[in-house]
């Protein structure tokens, strides 16, 4: 059965708990819009695209159990809430993309009926969710001819169905090239310091039967160099005009040891997460996290007590290491900014 990453139930917001997988397969229901915002802060949901429908459903939800008559509290409430999200995680492009939706949603909305703005709101957050899940496939049938039968893919964190509202990107491409009746084996970079690769991949490729080994990250390299490796296919956070591209940290090394070994290195993201408004890479706001994931896994201490650590989040690929970025409308190949113009809003 699919992956059901989030859902809106009951006017409330249903997630699977990727900090408690691959032990336990768990759901949590958020009930109020403050249990969605720690959510994500707390990787409880994660993955760009996966936050973006959180925090348009954390929206909507906050809306709906607003009980006001004055439309003055419930436009500084909506404004509220959305900036609270906006505070989250800032290297993912698809949360403000959905904030903005759901901004332009509200601002569409007839504001004599409260009621009716909140149906509105509902309604718009669960069509994110839903349409995201269809470009996610529009993905996989663009990309699944970039994989050949019997290819060896590389990929880095998690940018499958648990990094969207399900199917995922990158992991979506290397779906629908399953689902063609291709054989391929996946290699999983474990993805420290959190671990997406380990914990939340290989979980979700062992669900599938799709043949999957896990790596520790700096074997990666040496793999390339024995001839293990066909081609890289990873997710994004934020794409630049340009087409450089934020990933989970760890990518940039990646695409530098593709590249030294010939490698080819694909991003697999829909629209949603390129950010138009800036030239390049290195506008990408990039996420600090807290030094404890560093120096802890699983709560014990890996490092000695005080040890000082540097926890960036994610790092910024420079678009020539990059072969090409599938997308919902085709295959994006460089020069990017040209390539990628039809798609740029007016
Ligand atoms: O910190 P995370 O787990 O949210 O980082 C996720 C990634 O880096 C993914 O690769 C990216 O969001 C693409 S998801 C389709």
């Known amino acids: 059965m699919a992956i059901r990453t989030i859902f809106w139930d009951n006017d409330a917001v249903v997630m699977i708990d990727q900090k408690a997988l691959p032990n336990e397969e768990r759901y949590v229901t958020c009930c109020n819009y403050g249990e969605v915002i720690r959510a994500i802060k707390d990787l409880t949901i994660r993955g760009a695209p996966a936050i973006g429908v959180a925090a348009a ?20 409430t909506f ?24 901004e332009r949603c509200f ?54 169905a648990l990094a969207t509202a399900g199917y995922g990107t990158a992991l979506g491409v290397i779906r629908a090239a399953c689902e063609e ?36 990250d700096g074997m990666a390299g040496f793999l390339m160099k024995q001839g293990k490796i066909d081609l890289v296919i990873v997710g994004a956070d934020r794409i630049a005009s340009n087409g450089d591209t934020a990933n989970k940290i760890g990518t940039y090394s990646v695409a ?30 990039v996420e600090e996290r807290a030094a ?28 020539d290491l990059i072969a090409g970025i599938v997308t919902e409308k085709g295959i994006m190949e460089p020069p990017y900014t040209s390539c990628l113009k039809p798609y740029r809003p007016a």
């Open 292 to 319: 404890e994931e560093v120096t802890h896994l699983w709560g014990q201490a890996v490092a000695p007590f005080g040890a000082p650590a540097l926890n960036l989040a994610f790092d910024v690929t420079p678009n």
């Open 107 to 160: 601002a569409d909305a007839n504001p004599s009926d409260l009621e009716a703005v909140k149906k509105a709101l509902v309604d718009e957050a669960v069509r994110i969710c839903e349409e995201d899940i269809a470009v996610n496939r529009l993905i996989g049938m663009n990309g699944r001819s970039l994989i050949g039968d019997g290819a060896s893919i590389l990929t880095h964190c998690n940018a499958g």
């Open 256 to 285: 530098v040891l593709a590249h030294h070994h010939g490698i080819p290195f694909y991003v697999a993201a829909p629209l949603s997460t390129f950010d138009f408004s800036i030239p390049d890479g290195n506008h990408i706001p």
């Open 79 to 102: 404004y509220h809430i959305c900036k609270n999200f906006a505070a989250t995680r800032p290297t993912a492009r698809n949360l403000f993309w959905a904030l903005e939706r759901m």
């Open 57 to 76: 459903m954390g929206v909507a939800l906050g809306m709906l159990h607003l009980e006001t008559t004055s439309r003055d509290e419930f436009a500084r």
């Open 181 to 216: 009746g291709k054989q391929v084996h996946v290699f999983v970079d474990e993805t420290r310091p959190v671990l997406q690769g380990a914990r939340l991949t290989a979980w979700e490729l062992m669900k599938e039967n799709i043949p999957a080994t896990l790596i520790a």
